[in-house]
C-alpha cells in the first residue's frame, strides 16, 4: 500500500504513541483509534509486532521494525521531493527561504540551495531539510536538534557558518547554513597539481579548525574529504556538523541501544577502530580520521591494501592491520592524482618525517595517537621547518641532524659557513655522544664546540664570514687548553646554544630548550636547587624575551626563594632576577613600580658590572623609555642627556646587544615624538642589525615595528607602509606564515594600508592576522588579539562595510569592560565606534559615542601628553562629524575648533591630520549653507593632504583613524 506524505507523518505519530504505552495496553489502544486512522491500523499492527520480535529476541521474515523505520525518511523525503518538485515556483518556500535546486541527499534529509526572500540580508545558503518523519524518531530528531545548537556555537574561518535555524508552521524544521563553492580537499589538490608542501599547508587549515571545534568539545565523527572543502581562493571549510558529539553531554556510546550502533553516523573508509569496533568516541577518533585524510592527500590512496573489496575487509584492516608506510604504497591512483603527487622525489620526501607523522595519527590505540589536532599540526609545521617531529623516535643524532637542516642559513650568517662546516660539527657532536663515558674526553668535547659556539657569536664576528680553517683552529687550541672534571654536557650545551639564539635575537627556539633545561636541572640537582633556580632563570628570561610577561614574573617570584635560601651569598643571580623583575613590570606598563625598582637596583649595577658599563647604559635607557611612555618628555629628554656620554662609547664587544640598545633609543624618541631623531636611531639600528645577523633577523623586525610608526605618526604615511610591508615579508622569512609574530606585522601594516587608500588590501591584512591570532590560542594575549580586532573593524568602516564593523566595535567595548581595560586603546575603541555608526548614518548616535570617546581620551591619555591630545583631537573629530550627519551644527563647531588647535599645537611640524580636520570643517561649512567657502577649504585640505601624505583623502570622509 502506497502512502501520502501526511499519512506517513501520521503513521509514525502514531507508532512513537504506541511504543510509549505497556505492551499489554497497546492492543486496546489500536481499538480507540479514530475513523480517520482506521486505514492506519494494518500498518501499526504489524510494526509492533516486528517491535515485539525485536525486544523477546523472536524471529521474523518480515522487515525488521529499525528497517521500517530507516525506511520512512526516505519515502517522505521522496514524496516531498517530488511534491516540491512539481509545485509552482512560489510555493517552494521553506520559512524565509525560496528554495532553488537540490545540492543532495541523504539518509536523515535533503540539502538545497536557497536563498532569503523575506527582504533581509540577501545570500545563497545550503538549507537543510530533515525528513518529515525523521523527526518522529527520536534518535534522529535529537541529531537534528544537536547538530543546530553545535553549529550556532561554533564560529570559525574554516567551519561553514550555522546563519538560521527554525520551523515552518507546517512543522517542517530547516537550519539555513553557508553555502560553500568549492571541491572536496583532495579534488582540489589533484586538479590545481599541488606540491607536497602546498597540500600539507592546505591541511593544517583543516586542523586549526578541528582544534578550535574540539576546544569546545565538539567531535566531528564523519571526517572525509567530502566534508572538507576548498573554496576557489584556497580556503578550507568544514562541512557537516549534523552527527558530531558534545563531549560533555552525559552519553556514553555504551548507553545507546544496540541496534543505534547499526546505523552509527561514520564513513567506513575514514572511520577510526573505535568507531568500528561501536567503543566510546573522543577526540582521538577525529585524529584517526584526519591522519586517513592526509595519508590520502599525500599519497592518492588510503592506508590499507586490502585482499578483497568489502566492508568486513575494510573493517578487519582498521581494527587489526598496520597501515603502510606512505612512500612505500604503489603508485596506482589516477592519471590526474599521479601527475600531481608523483614528481621526481616524492618518495624521499615522504619517507621518514612524514611516514612517522601519518602512522602515529593512524594507531590503533588512541591513547597513542596525537593527543590533539593541535599537537599533529606543530608536527606537520616542524617538518616543514625542518624541525625534529615529535612522531620520531628522537635519537640524539637525528635531533643533531634536524638542527643543522633548520639552521643553515642563520648558522651561514653568524660564521658557520660551508658543508664542510657542517660536517664537522656534525662529527663533533657525534664524538661528544660517544664521549659521555669518558670524563675528560667529554670535557674536550665540550669545549670544543663551546668555543665554536662562541666564535659564531656576532660580537666575535663582526659581520665577517670565519672560515672552517678559522673555527676548527680555535677549537682545537680549547680542546688542548681545557681539561677538566665532566659537567652535564646536555646542560652545558644548551646553555650555549640558548645564550647564542638570544644574541641573535631569535627567542622562539630557546623555549623548548629552556623548558628541558630546567626538567633536567630538576632531575640532577632536585627541586629547589641552585641549579634549577638558575634554570628557572633562564626560562624566565626567554619568556620575557617572547613577550610573556605575566609567565616570566611567575617563574622570577618562584626563583627568588630558592636563591634566598640555597645560596645567599650570590648576590649576582639576586640582582639578575630583581632586574629581570622590572623590566617586565615596565613591559606591563606598571611603571611605577617597575620605575621604581630599576633605580633602587641601579646602584647595584654599577657596583656589580662597573658605572660605564653596557648593563649600566641598557638599565638607564628602559629608565629613560618609561618615562616617555607616561608622556614625561622633559624628564625623559634630561635622563637621555645624561645617558649620552654613555652612549657614545664603542660597545662593538657586545655585538647585536649594542644594535639593540640603540634601537631602544630610537623607541625612546618616537615614545616622545621626536621622529625625526626616532627614524634616524632606528635605521642606523637596523642597518647594524642587518650587518651582524642579515636580512632576516627578529631584532630587525620588533624595530622595523617602531620605525614604521614614527613615519607613521609624522605623516609619512608612503614611506611607513613600505616598512610595514618589508616587515611582513621579514616575518614570513623568519616566523613562517602561520606564526603569530606575522599576525603582528600584518595588523600593524593595515593601518598604513588604511592611510595610502589601499582599503581591498588593509581588509585582507586585517582579516588574515585576526584568523591568525585566533589560531594561535595562548600565545597572544587577549589584549592583543582585540588589538587585532580594533584594525580589523576600522578597516571594515573604510571600505564601506560599517555594519560588520559595528558589531566587532560592539563586540570589543563588551570585551574590554569586562576586562576593566579602560585605557587608551578602550578610547580608540569608542572613537571609532563612532565613526562607523556616522558612515551607517546614525549621526545622533554617533555624536555621543564620538564625546564619550573624547572624554574617555582626556582620561586615558592626560599622562601621555601631545599623544593624549592628537587622540583626543581625534576624537573629536569624529565626535563632530556624527553631530554634522545628525543635522546639529552648533554642537559640531566647538569639537571642529577644538581638535584644530589641539593638531596644531601638538604636531611638531605640517601634519596630514591638520587636513582631516580641514575637511571635517568643509563639510560643517556646507552644512550650514557656506558652500563657496566649502568648496575652497575641501579642495585646499585634499591638495595638502596629497602634498604631505603622497595618498588621497578619503572621499567622502566618514570616520577619522
Known amino acids: 500500500m502506497s502512502l501520502s506524505r501526511d499519512e506517513l507523518a501520521r503513521l509514525s505519530q502514531l507508532l512513537d504513541q504506541a511504543l510509549d504505552l505497556p505492551r499489554a495496553e497497546r492492543a486496546a489502544w489500536l481499538g480507540r483509534l479514530g475513523e480517520a486512522d482506521a ?300 601527475r600531481a603527487l608523483r614528481p621526481a622525489g616524492l618518495r624521499r620526501q615522504l619517507r621518514g618525517d612524514l611516514d612517522n607523522i601519518a602512522l602515529m595519527a593512524l594507531r590503533k590505540n588512541p591513547a597513542e595517537r596525537y593527543p590533539s589536532a593541535e599537537a599533529f599540526k606543530q608536527d606537520l609545521k616542524r617538518w616543514l621547518r625542518n624541525k625534529p617531529v615529535h612522531a620520531h623516535p628522537g635519537s640524539w643524532w637525528y635531533r643533531t641532524r634536524k638542527f643543522i637542516q633548520r639552521h643553515k642559513l642563520p648558522v651561514a650568517a653568524t660564521a658557520l659557513a660551508g658543508t664542510g662546516m657542517l660536517a664537522a660539527l656534525a662529527v663533533a657532536l657525534d664524538q661528544a655522544e660517544a664521549a659521555r663515558r669518558e670524563s675528560q674526553r667529554t670535557k674536550a668535547v665540550q669545549d670544543f664546540l663551546v668555543g665554536l659556539f662562541n666564535e659564531a657569536d656576532p660580537a666575535r664576528a663582526q659581520g665577517r664570514e670565519l672560515t672552517v680553517r678559522d673555527l676548527l683552529a680555535r677549537g682545537e687550541r680549547d680542546l688542548q687548553a681545557r681539561l677538566v672534571a665532566e659537567p652535564d654536557l646536555n646542560v652545558a650545551l644548551s646553555g650555549v646554544l640558548i645564550d647564542i639564539y638570544d644574541k641573535l635575537g631569535d627567542h622562539k627556539p630557546t623555549l623548548p630548550l629552556a623548558e628541558a633545561r630546567r626538567d633536567l636541572m630538576v632531575k640532577s640537582h632536585g627541586e629547589g636547587s641552585i641549579e634549577h633556580a638558575q634554570a628557572l632563570i633562564t626560562l624566565a628570561h626567554v619568556h620575557k624575551s617572547l613577550g610573556h610577561h605575566d609567565k616570566s614574573l611567575s617563574l622570577l617570584n618562584e626563583a627568588r626563594p630558592m636563591l634566598l635560601a640555597r645560596h645567599p651569598a650570590d648576590a649576582a643571580d639576586l640582582l639578575r632576577v630583581d632586574q629581570a623583575v622590572a623590566d617586565n613590570l615596565l613591559d606591563l606598563n606598571r611603571h611605577d613600580e617597575g620605575r621604581s625598582l630599576l633605580q633602587r637596583l641601579l646602584p647595584s649595577i654599577e657596583r656589580q658590572y662597573g658605572p660605564d658599563s653596557y648593563e649600566v647604559a641598557q638599565a638607564r635607557v628602559r629608565l629613560a623609555t618609561s618615562l616617555a611612555s607616561e608622556g614625561r618628555k622633559e624628564d625623559a629628554t634630561k635622563a637621555l642627556q645624561d645617558l649620552q656620554p654613555l652612549l657614545e662609547k664603542d660597545w662593538r664587544s657586545e655585538g647585536m646587544g649594542a644594535a639593540a640598545l640603540r634601537a631602544d633609543v630610537g623607541y625612546t624618541f618616537w615614545q616622545m615624538r621626536l621622529f625625526p631623531e626616532a627614524i634616524r636611531t632606528l635605521e642606523k639600528a637596523i642597518a647594524e642589525l642587518d650587518r651582524l645577523a642579515g636580512h632576516n633577523n627578529t631584532l630587525s623586525i620588533q624595530a622595523g615595528r617602531t620605525l614604521g610608526m614614527a613615519y607613521m605618526d609624522s605623516g609619512q604615511y608612503l614611506q611607513a607602509d613600505k616598512i610595514f610591508a618589508s616587515n611582513v615579508e621579514r616575518s614570513r622569512q623568519v616566523y613562517g606564515h602561520d606564526d603569530s609574530e606575522t599576525a603582528l606585522n600584518l595588523s600593524f601594516h593595515v593601518m598604513t594600508l588604511n592611510r595610502v587608500g589601499d582599503a581591498d588590501g588593509a581588509e585582507e591584512s586585517a582579516r588574515e592576522s585576526v584568523r591568525l591570532a585566533q589560531a594561535q590560542g595562548s600565545s597572544l594575549s587577549a589584549s592583543e588579539v582585540r588589538g587585532f580586532t580594533r584594525r580589523l573593524a576600522s578597516a571594515l568602516v573604510v571600505n564601506g562595510k560599517p555594519e560588520e564593523a559595528l558589531r566587532w566595535f560592539d563586540r570589543l567595548v563588551a570585551e574590554e569592560e569586562a576586562a576593566g581595560q579602560k585605557d587608551t586603546r578602550h578610547a580608540s575603541t569608542l572613537m571609532l565606534r563612532a565613526g562607523a555608526l556616522n558612515a551607517l548614518g546614525r549621526g545622533r548616535e554617533a555624536g555621543l559615542a564620538g564625546e564619550a570617546a573624547v572624554e574617555a581620551w582626556r582620561q586615558a591619555g592626560a599622562a601621555l601628553g601631545a599623544a593624549g591630545h592628537v587622540g583626543t583631537a581625534r576624537a573629536q573629530l569624529n565626535a563632530a562629524l556624527g553631530w554634522i550627519t545628525a543635522g546639529d551644527t552648533a554642537r559640531a563647531e566647538p569639537l571642529i575648533a577644538s581638535a584644530e588647535k589641539l593638531l596644531q599645537d601638538h604636531h611638531t611640524g605640517p601634519h596630514p591630520e591638520q587636513q582631516l580636520a580641514a575637511l571635517v570643517r568643509a563639510q560643517w561649512l556646507r552644512a550650514v549653507g557656506r558652500s563657496t567657502e566649502a568648496d575652497t577649504t575641501e579642495r585646499q585640505a585634499r591638495a595638502r593632504y596629497r602634498e604631505l601624505a603622497g595618498a588621497e583623502a578619503p572621499v567622502p570622509l566618514r570616520i577619522v583613524l
Not at 173 to 202: F, M, N, S, W
Request: charged share 20%; hydrophobic share 40%.
Open 39 to 338: 486505514t492506519l491500523r494494518p500498518q501499526l499492527e504489524a510494526m509492533l509486532a516486528e517491535a515485539d520480535d525485536e525486544t523477546t529476541g523472536g524471529a521474523s521474515e518480515a522487515p525488521g521494525l529499525i528497517d521500517v523505520l530507516d525506511a520512512l525518511p526516505g519515502l517522505a523525503g521522496v514524496a516531498a521531493e517530488a511534491k516540491m518538485a512539481s509545485a509552482d515556483p512560489g510555493l517552494r518556500q521553506i520559512g524565509p527561504y525560496c528554495l532553488l535546486r537540490t545540492l543532495g541527499q541523504g539518509g536523515m534529509g535533503t540539502v538545497w540551495l536557497a536563498e532569503r526572500v523575506d527582504g533581509a540580508l540577501q545570500r545563497a545558503v545550503a538549507l537543510k531539510l530533515p525528513h518529515i518523519s525523521s523527526l518522529h524518531q527520536p534518535a534522529l530528531a535529537h541529531r537534528f536538534e544537536r547538530e543546530r545548537d553545535i553549529l550556532a556555537a561554533l564560529e570559525h574561518p574554516h567551519i561553514a557558518r550555522l546563519y538560521d535555524a527554525g520551523v515552518t508552521p507546517a512543522g517542517q524544521p530547516y537550519l539555513a547554513l553557508e553555502y560553500v563553492e568549492g571541491l572536496p580537499i583532495t579534488t582540489y589538490c589533484d586538479e590545481k597539481q599541488l606540491p607536497l608542501r602546498a597540500r600539507i599547508d592546505l591541511f593544517l587549515q583543516v586542523l586549526e579548525a578541528i582544534q578550535y571545534a574540539h576546544a569546545r568539545l565538539v567531535v566531528h565523527r564523519d571526517l572525509k574529504p567530502s566534508n572538507i572543502f576548498v573554496t576557489h581562493d584556497g580556503q578550507v571549510r568544514l562541512l557537516d556538523f549534523g552527527i558530531a558529539t558534545l563531549l560533555d553531554d552525559g552519553e556514553s556510546p555504551r548507553s545507546h541501544a544496540p541496534t543505534e550502533w547499526a546505523h552509527a553516523p561514520m564513513t567506513p573508509d575514514y572511520a577510526s577502530p573505535e568507531q568500528i569496533a561501536h567503543q566510546p568516541i573522543g577526540t582521538s577518533s577525529d585524529v584517526y580520521s584526519l591522519g586517513v585524510v592526509f595519508y590520502e592527500l599525500v599519497t592518492g590512496q588510503r592506508p590499507y591494501r586490502l585482499p578483497r573489496e568489502t566492508r568486513g575487509a575494510l573493517e578487519d584492516a582498521i581494527l587489526g592491520i598496520d597501515p603502510t608506510k606512505p612512500s612505500r604504497m604503489p603508485t596506482t591512483e589516477t592519471a590526474a592524482a599521479q
